[in-house]
Nanobody
Framework: VQLQASGGGLVQAGGSLVLSCVAS????????MGWFRQAPGKERDLVAA????????YYADSVKGRFTISRDNAKNTVYLQMNSLKPEDTAVYSC????????????????????WGKGTLVTVSS
């Protein structure tokens, strides 16, 4: 599956952004979707993941209560609503697709993730 993320930009601390990731090429609802981020000089981290139907979600502790992942299978799109943004949220955000939730949360190296999209830069100013 091919993935294309968009929606990044420059925002002040406390502001909000919505990222979108559109999938093509395969049946979108067959995939668990995840959002990752990578800050300069740091490792890539899982931010959030959502199950095939959207009934189950996972969030990193650092974003719980501020970020919301959702999906619209009719539009082949997964979203990341980011509220109360902090400077430490500054990173390149990318979306990914895998067969199971375990692909994202059980393997710290994410070997089970099938597809990675190009990222979109989010910059939060203080």
């Amino acid at each position: 599956v091919q993935l294309q993320a968009s929606g990044g930009g420059l925002v002040q601390a406390g502001g909000s952004l919505v990222l979108s990731c559109v999938a093509s090429g395969r049946t979108f609802s067959d995939y668990v979707m995840g959002w990752f981020r990578q800050a300069p000089g740091k490792e890539r981290d899982l931010v959030a993941a959502i199950s095939w139907s959207g009934g189950s979600t996972y969030y990193a502790d650092s974003v719980k209560g501020r970020f919301t992942i959702s999906r619209d299978n009719a539009k082949n799109t997964v979203y990341l609503q980011m509220n109360s943004l902090k400077p430490e949220d500054t990173a390149v955000y990318s979306c990914a697709a895998g067969p199971t939730m375990g692909s994202f949360i059980a393997d710290p190296n994410y070997h089970g993730v099938d597809s990675w999209g190009k990222g979109t830069l989010v910059t939060v100013s203080s």
